[in-house]
């Protein structure tokens, strides 16, 4: 008998805003919803998609507090399209070839494009999370990294392939990779290339949940909706709170979590700026 395909957040209610390149927003009051929308390929990733999903962070409504990704069909996202790795690349492209002989200048500034699909995930005044099923393979993988939290289906497949390929993460994924999992195990993943699993990517940090494939959708709405009982005001704070603790010492934490709290004291009392 055929798997049940994975339900995905419900975008019934919701506004469709843009539909391209693979990639659909669609805005429901304070959700958002970003569906990578090519399952015959497993949404491969191309430099075309993530223009794409730039500009979806930069589309996205200031109402919107929470936004959840995902993927149609039975793959989250398997990676990069393999047409990188031909000669001629993606047409209209930089191929690898291309990019290589390029200044370090043009290679960077190109790579910074590329990157910046993969960081408003985690701007302070939205929480954004990943639903993953199925495939989610290096530049797939980053993806999921790059949001805030994660739910993975109970059949996901998380894998780091770029070292096998003689490259390495370069699409923002290393810094929450070694947050979540710590140093050692970050090496480990990535240097291998291997698999990590839905049990050991909820034993070792990498999913906040794990649920059957058919309550993928609504686990992720459920969370959205818990997120959203909060008053915004005190999200950001806390988000861009938590967010500094990674770099800030102890001393340095306390200091801003005093300053942090007397900014929602007086806004409470209607005395902030």
């Not at 990157?115 to 993806?143: K, M, N």
């Not at 994660?150 to 070292?163: H, L, N, P, S, Y």
């Not at 096998?164 to 290393?174: A, E, F, H, K, R």
Request: hydrophobic share 45%; glycine share 10%; with cysteine.
């Amino acid at each position: 008998m055929a798997s049940p395909e994975p339900q995905h957040a419900a975008e019934s209610d919701a506004t469709e805003v843009f539909a391209k390149d693979g990639v659909r927003l669609a805005v429901d009051g304070e959700t958002a919803t970003v569906t990578l929308t090519n399952p015959a390929k497993r949404n491969a990733q191309s430099p075309a998609l993530w223009r794409a999903l730039a500009e979806a962070g930069r589309a996205l409504p200031g109402s919107v507090r929470v936004v959840v990704l995902s993927g149609e069909g039975k793959s989250f996202s398997a990676g990069l399209d393999r047409q990188a790795f031909t000669p001629e690349g993606f047409d209209g492209e930089p191929s690898f070839l291309d990019m290589a002989r390029g200044g370090d200048a043009e290679l960077d500034a190109v790579i910074a494009e590329y990157q910046e699909a993969f960081t408003w995930w985690r701007r302070s005044d939205v929480i954004t999370i990943a639903a993953v099923q199925g495939h989610a393979i290096g530049a797939g993988f980053q993806l999921a990294l790059a949001c805030d939290l994660r739910i993975a289906a109970d059949d996901v497949q998380f894998a780091m392939r770029e070292t096998s390929l003689g490259l390495v993460p370069d699409l923002t994924g290393t810094h929450p990779l070694v947050s979540l999992v710590g140093y050692a195990r970050a090496l480990e993943i990535c240097a291998t290339g291997r698999f990590v699993h839905a049990e050991e990517a909820e034993r070792i940090g990498l999913a906040n949940l794990v649920v059957p494939g058919a309550e993928l959708g609504a686990a992720a709405q459920d969370l959205a909706g818990a997120l959203l009982a909060a008053p915004r005001d005190a999200v950001i704070e806390t988000k861009a709170l938590l967010q500094g603790a990674v770099h800030r010492t102890y001393e340095d934490q306390v200091v801003a979590e005093r300053a942090a709290q007397g900014r929602r004291l007086r806004d409470l009392a209607g005395l902030g700026e």
